[in-house]
């Protein structure tokens, strides 16, 4: 059974660094071809992607957030990590790890509300 | 980076009628469309991959389909437990890209 459930400090201020962990059990990210991927949700909005890692610890990363964003894992524990620089109210959301695969998110976490403000 | 663009924003359906959702990309993407849906307060749940593929579980009244650039999710007979926003993903290339959202209403 694949599980995955995120966990995070949901309030902090600008322009602290957001921290994230996803921590996951029912598959391995030793295994080929598996990943983990950061989406988040702003409330009432719609799902924007943030990052993958690969089994292979290859990282692809969202543009849009330009170099504030970087993701980890840690095979031994299970967990992938994601942490956002520099943030503002506008990283105010909802924050989900899902595995990957083949580019869709089959397993998601509940998601973690983080919110940024002064 | 390939926008994804869905039709209708909001949509009323009656019990048992076929609706249809449509997503059109701003670029070839083959195959690699995939639809999920997510209920108030709980996270997204992948319905479609692959175009046209059932998730495992995902009852047979939805359905997929398209290639390119258009593409549309199915659901035939409407049913309550079906409401929710609906969400395509482009699975063909970096930044991952999600639709606005199709609200689906009984």
New interface residues.
Partial sequence: QVTLKESGPGILQPPQTLSLTCSFSGFSLNTYGMGVGWIRQPSGKGLEWLANIWWDDDKYYNPSLKNRLTISKDTSNNQAFLKITNVDTTDTATYYCARTTLGWFAYWGQGTLVTVSS | ?IQMTQSPASLSASLGETVSIECLASEGISN?L?W?QQKPGK????VI??TSNL?DGVPSRFSGSGSGTQFSLMISGMQPEDEGVY?C?Q??T????????TKLEL
Wanted: cysteine-free; glycine content about 18%.
């Fill in positions: 980076d690699s995939a999920y996270s997204p749940q992948l991959y692959g998730q969400y993903q699975t063909y970096y930044p991952r890209t999600f639709g606005g959202g």
